[in-house]
T-cell receptor, first 112, second 116 residues
Framework: DAKTTQPTSMDCAEGRAANLPCNHS???????VYWYRQIHSQGPQYIIH???NNETNEMASLIITEDRKSSTLILPHATLRDTAVYYC?????????????FGKGTRLHILP | GAVVSQHPSWVICKSGTSVKIECRSL??????MFWYRQFPKQSLMLMAT?????????EQGVEKDKFLINHASLTLSTLTVTSAHPEDSSFYIC????????????FGPGTRLTVL
């Protein structure tokens, strides 16, 4: 079973920041938080990952709470192309063969 | 990021035939690849873990004789759906591990299988 819980769906106005929450209260000390997204009829796309510090890249920012039991993915200026299902996943990064178990994710609708 | 390709992108076949789907890591070597299946409006379900040079590890409930996996090289894994039936119609997605410090997984674009 997936180790994370996410809201089923969210709406965000185009141009605004999209904040997607994720709960992972049973996360282990060596598990990273990963975010992927899947645009309709495509394979999942890697977005960002982190262990305990906040992370930022060209796509998004990842904010992880101090107790690491939850995190938020931030898309700073959402566009219509960001409409997708967003998956929050926890896994041990350095372990080879550590399979990714997908939960149901959050379906993000960007509204024009 | 690393690129993973799948071929074909879509296939239509008759019931009872077998279909082979290829997954390639284009710019890196992947000792481990994963195969997923996704039904409409559902999440991805892991089917099996494919290791180069050894037998694949199947998830519970996935028939290994029906879904044959071969990982003959560090850049290619194949999934063969044998004696396909309409209930096998689905979106099949592979992923490959880059290894190294980050050990990220990158996903292919998926193959849509329709069995008539």
């Amino acid at each position: 079973d997936a180790k994370t819980t996410q809201p089923t769906s969210m709406d965000c106005a185009e141009g605004r920041a999209a904040n997607l929450p994720c709960n992972h209260s049973t996360i282990s000390g060596n598990e990273y938080v990963y975010w992927y997204r899947q645009i309709h009829s495509q394979g999942p796309q890697y977005i960002i990952h982190g262990l305990k510090n906040n992370e930022t890249n060209e796509m998004a920012s990842l904010i992880i709470t101090e107790d690491r039991k939850s995190s938020t993915l931030i898309l700073p200026h959402a566009t219509l192309r960001d409409t997708a299902v967003y998956y929050c996943i926890v896994r041990v990064a350095e372990n080879r063969d550590d399979k990714i178990i997908f939960g149901k994710g959050t379906r993000l609708h960007i509204l024009p | 990021g690393a690129v993973v390709s799948q071929h074909p992108s879509w296939v239509i076949c008759k019931s009872g035939t077998s279909v082979k789907i290829e997954c390639r890591s284009l710019d890196f070597q992947a000792t481990t690849m994963f195969w997923y299946r996704q039904f409409p409006k559902q999440s991805l379900m892991l089917m099996a873990t494919s290791n180069e040079g050894s037998k694949a590890t199947y998830e519970q409930g996935v028939e290994k004789d029906k879904f044959l996996i071969n990982h003959a090289s560090l850049t290619l894994s194949t999934l063969t759906v044998t004696s396909a039936h309409p209930e096998d119609s689905s979106f099949y997605i592979c992923s490959a591990e880059t290894g190294g410090a980050g050990n990220e997984q990158f996903f292919g674009p998926g193959t849509r299988l329709t069995v008539l």
